[in-house]
């Protein structure tokens, strides 16, 4: 009985895998994605589910209704991080019911980037066990029936190629059958990589993290007074470069000639989160619960005054960032190195808050993964470009702003993301010039007629790029327009409009030369 339910599982998982990639290949028609890829997510959560009762039990399910939420985000606003969350939540579904459970991140990172690598190998080592399986009561296996239908099979086609030359109608008929190409087989290939990894997770996805041993960071020569030592120089180095942030970033004192504040704040943002990093990891490696190290009164007071000299730095290193993009502008990138600094600071709060706690390194690993999961959840779910956008217009020089003159170039390679921005800065109190320029790259936006990518008419016209974010967006762009929206100003006959809405002229005509004056004549002379 537990043979024949087996049996009826596996080929139930293969005829989801085999809708699933049916479905990819109609759906992926000219690689254009819309919300229907939440929807194909949340029903291959759902078939998973299904062909799968382990994976609605205990932890999985938690894990799986996650990644029924994320579905919901792909089904919003379909992106690669929505993506990425989606299959790691689903992922750790699968792989829960062969594990004793949620231990700690790191192993878990390991489960899943094995899970990744086993995926492709994971359909060819199940394919034996179709041709595997012996008769039961009389009933066929799949090694039986093609071993019943080779001889058949091969006949018939036999058949059919000497009709088809024989007879000129089914030679036609044959020759408007189209075979796929290889390109489309590969794409086949890796979808049924995709998901059969889901169906049927490979064994090594969860034995490899069995057998690793706990992390640990280490360093040679940590010694009780070598770290006494470490952490006094450390502290003076510190005191250095924060004093200096304090005269010259905090308090606005006016920096030596040749140097700008632009200048000061940018070069020095990231190269101070790698120096907290680096910070972090020593007070992982020389404060281990029950050391030596950690057990002195005089290192704990020297460590959380390090600690407290880091979290200063990375305060100045948010302020360096935020001060440059007063100057210059706001981008995704800028939002999400903001986000990074915030957590590394978080990281050396929970690394001393360990260390005056005795937590474990587990929990630790596990309160900065959660914490890093949480802001990608919330980039997944906010449009930072749109954000950024946003906040350019609302401080570009043009509408009264310290900064530089607005990219309007940048906001048009934003797409849909600058449209509500774009109108309105178009709808303020503008240069007539300059208003134009605006509407130009509204325009090319909302009803763009190069390519279709940055015409959000088009995109929602048609079901395959159709978005429910990008349908919210253009209904408040239409209320916002009225019914009869601004036209940029007429340009001269060949001329045309850059990124920025500005008018390219035509080149002048290359001047044309007088033709030369015809010689006269020879004549001869009188008497000649």
């Known amino acids: 009985m537990h043979g024949r339910r087996s049996r009826f599982t596996f080929l139930a998982k293969l005829l989801v895998a085999t809708l699933f990639v049916l479905a990819t290949d109609w759906l992926f028609e000219g690689c254009r994605i819309g919300s229907w890829l939440g929807a194909l997510a949340f029903a291959w959560a759902l078939a998973s589910a299904i062909v799968r009762p382990a994976v609605r039990r205990g932890p999985s399910r938690v894990a799986l209704l996650i990644a029924g939420g994320f ?31 949620f231990d700690d991140a790191w192993r878990w990172m390991v489960r899943l980037l094995a899970h990744a690598l086993t995926g492709p190998l994971t359909p060819l080592s199940d394919l034996p066990r179709l041709f595997r399986s012996r008769p039961h009561q009389g009933r066929l296996t799949m090694r039986a029936l093609v071993v019943m239908l080779a001889l058949p099979l091969a006949m018939s086609a036999l058949f059919v190629a000497l009709f088809a030359r024989a007879n000129p109608l089914i030679a036609h008929a044959f020759a408007h059958i189209e075979l796929p190409t290889l390109g489309e087989a590969a794409f086949w290939l890796l979808m049924l990589a ?95 619960p029950g050391s030596a190290t950690a057990g002195s009164p005089a290192i704990r007071r020297l460590v959380i005054l390090w600690v407290a000299q880091n979290l200063l730095l990375v305060a100045s290193s948010i302020l360096r960032t935020c001060d440059y993009i007063a100057v210059f502008m706001l981008t995704a990138w800028r939002l999400a190195a903001l986000a990074w600094m915030a957590l590394v600071g978080l990281g050396l709060v929970l690394i001393c808050w360990r260390m005056l706690t005795g937590r474990s390194a587990r929990w630790l690993i596990n309160c900065n993964a959660l914490a890093a999961l949480l802001v990608l959840t919330v980039s997944s779910i906010i449009d930072l470009d749109a954000a950024a956008a946003a906040w350019n217009v609302r401080h570009a020089r043009e509408v009264g ?40 790259v509204r325009q090319q936006i909302l009803v763009g007629d190069v390519d279709w990518q940055t015409s959000l008419v088009a995109r929602q016209s048609n079901w395959r790029t159709w978005t429910w974010r990008d349908a919210t967006r253009l209904d408040a762009a239409r209320q916002l327009l009225g019914p009869h929206p601004g036209e940029p100003l007429p340009i001269p006959a060949g001329a045309t409009r850059d990124c920025d809405g500005a008018v390219e002229l035509p080149p002048p005509p290359p001047p044309t030369t007088p033709p030369p004056a015809p010689t006269p004549p020879l004549t001869k002379a009188p008497g000649a």
């Open 71 to 101: 579905a919901l985000v792909l089904a919003y606003d379909p992106g690669l991080l929505a993506w990425a969350l989606f299959w790691t939540a689903l992922s750790i579904a699968t792989l829960l019911p062969r594990t004793d459970g």
């Open 401 to 440: 702003g310290r900064g530089v003159a607005l990219d309007l170039c940048g906001l048009h390679q934003l797409g849909p993301a600058a449209l509500l921005p774009l109108i309105e800065l178009e709808q303020g109190r503008l240069d007539p010039r300059f208003r134009d320029r605006v509407r130009s």
């Open 194 to 288: 995709t998901v059969w990894p889901s169906l049927r997770p490979h064994r090594w996805a969860t034995r490899l993290a069995t057998s690793m041993p706990a992390a640990k960071v280490t360093l040679p020569g940590a010694s009780l007074p070598s770290v006494l030592v470490s952490l006094v120089l450390f502290n003076a180095v510190f005191a250095v470069q924060n004093g200096l942030d304090i005269a010259f970033l905090w308090s606005d004192a006016s920096l030596p000639a040749g140097v700008s504040l632009a200048e000061y704040a940018h070069r020095g943002a990231y190269p101070l989160i790698v120096t907290a990093l680096l910070a972090g990891v020593f007070v992982l490696a020389t404060m281990k």
